[in-house]
């Protein structure tokens, strides 16, 4: 089970915080993510982090975007900074199995569970 929030409407240039509640089962996940999808838009990861703390972002949100990972309180934030009009969709959070190597996490594939997703507006 995951479940977001955080999401919202916000002005260009300000900042938001989405945060992913998990379950005990995804506890044990080899990574975690954020993922984004909009109409006309394929579904983007948008950051992931390992269980380890290596992370990557897609780059139109480096340096603006930071994703981490609090395993004592089994969430799971992506902090956003500077937001675009473009930043704009429906955010998802999923979770790995714990097999999946970083490889296949990085490019988006291996995740098994999903959030329902929050909704994020920058006008």
């Known amino acids: 089970q995951l479940v977001e929030s955080g999401g919202g409407s916000e002005q260009t240039g300000g900042s938001l915080r989405l945060s992913c509640e998990y379950s005990a089962d995804a506890r044990a996940s080899a990574c975690i993510a954020w993922f984004r999808e909009d109409p006309g838009r394929e579904r983007e990861m948008v950051a992931a982090?390992?269980?380890?703390?290596?992370?990557t972002y897609t780059d139109n949100v480096k340096g603006r975007f930071t994703i981490s990972w609090d395993k004592v309180r089994n969430t799971m934030d992506l902090q956003m900074n500077s937001l675009k009009p473009e930043d704009s969709a429906m955010y998802y959070c999923a979770a790995t199995s714990p097999t999946v190597w970083w490889s296949q996490c990085q490019r988006g594939l291996g995740y098994t569970s999903w959030g329902q997703g929050t909704q994020v507006t920058v006008s």
């Open positions: 982090i390992q269980t380890g703390g290596t992370v």
